[in-house]
């Protein structure tokens, strides 16, 4: 760990896992449009760099990008990480993209002699502060083996899949099961409190039956404070639904749930709600019911 590692992408998952590789003792090269975040990284003993300077000077380079498009352009624009880069190098796209998306990635900097892992998380912010992420991983098994010990600074499991574009699935799979999980805890949560029901003694009194899962726990609480903070903004999991139906239509698949899903948070697009965080899919329902998901008395 005492070469340099990249790291491009310091949003609200990026910065919290850029600070866990510094805990764990790595020397971070980073890059981010935001100079705060970038400022803030230097703070804790990071080098701020430019693309093509992460590219000449990081054997590893990790990036963690809003969509697909920036990756390609990080990567492969004019002034990019591969104007420079060495062969021999591995680059980690931790970001939320379609398996399409990693494989192209991984085609172009085959031809450079450049190794390629797609490996998005799911936890959320909470958990990439925490170190404990979860890291589904697609690509070859020798360079998986080689990045283990950055995937273990920052979460508690890193699984390979399969080839490249297999981690990029397993996020769309993930996506589904967790946003349609906020989506049923808030139809069912909006239903309680219109018929009278107190929605904390409702959650707490499912919570430890078959109902109970991480989702109902991680933002059920946060539904009945009012408490929309984004720890996964409702733009990014709109971004994803989108690749989930374009991935699933491109191989034939129906995703009937999947499509409401998409239209809901259309809805709460234009209700100005793209910044809140995904448990605030609430709201659509909320607004159909005309009611609020409180704590009775409130």
């Known amino acids: 760990m005492n070469k340099l590692t990249g790291f491009i992408g310091l949003g609200i998952m990026g910065k919290p896992m850029a600070k866990c590789?510094?805990?764990?003792?790595?020397?971070?090269?980073?890059n981010d449009l935001d100079s705060r975040a970038v400022n803030e990284l230097v703070t804790l003993g990071a080098i701020s760099g430019s693309l093509s300077e992460i590219g000449e000077q990081c054997e590893v380079i990790f990036t963690i990008l809003p969509n697909g498009s920036i990756v390609q352009a990080v990567l492969f624009n004019q002034g990019g990480v591969c104007d420079s880069i060495k062969t021999g190098s591995v680059i980690v796209d931790m970001s939320s993209v379609t398996p399409v998306e990693s494989q192209t990635?991984?085609?172009?900097?085959?031809?450079?002699?450049?190794?390629?892992?797609?490996?998005?998380?799911s936890g959320g912010e909470p958990k990439a502060i925490d170190g404990t992420l979860a890291f589904m991983v697609g690509g070859e098994k020798e360079v998986f083996n080689r990045i283990m010990p950055y995937f273990e600074m920052m979460g508690s499991s890193a699984l390979l899949i399969g080839g490249t574009g297999s981690g990029s699935v397993t996020k769309l799979a993930n996506q589904v099961i967790v946003n349609l999980n906020i989506a049923a805890v808030s139809e069912a949560l909006v239903m309680a409190t219109k018929a009278g029901a107190d929605p904390e003694l409702v959650y707490q009194a499912i919570r430890g039956g078959l109902a109970g899962s991480t989702v109902l726990d991680a933002k059920a609480p946060l539904m009945i404070d009012r408490n929309?903070?984004?720890?996964?903004?409702?733009?990014?999991?709109?971004?994803?639904?989108?690749?989930?139906?374009?991935?699933?239509?491109?191989?034939?698949?129906p995703m009937p749930m999947s499509s409401?899903?998409?239209?809901?948070?259309?809805?709460?697009?234009?209700?100005g709600h793209l910044n809140d965080d995904h448990g605030g899919i609430v709201q659509y329902f909320e607004k159909l019911a005309k009611v609020e998901v409180r704590r009775k008395g409130e």
């Open 21 to 30: 590789l510094l805990k764990g003792g790595c020397r971070l090269m980073v």
């Open 105 to 121: 990635c991984a085609t172009k900097l085959e031809k450079l002699g450049i190794d390629f892992l797609d490996a998005p998380v």
């Open 228 to 253: 929309f903070v984004p720890g996964g903004k409702i733009s990014i999991n709109l971004k994803d639904i989108k690749n989930v139906m374009a991935t699933a239509h491109e191989i034939d698949v």
């Open 260 to 271: 409401q899903l998409l239209e809901i948070m259309q809805a709460l697009k234009v209700d």
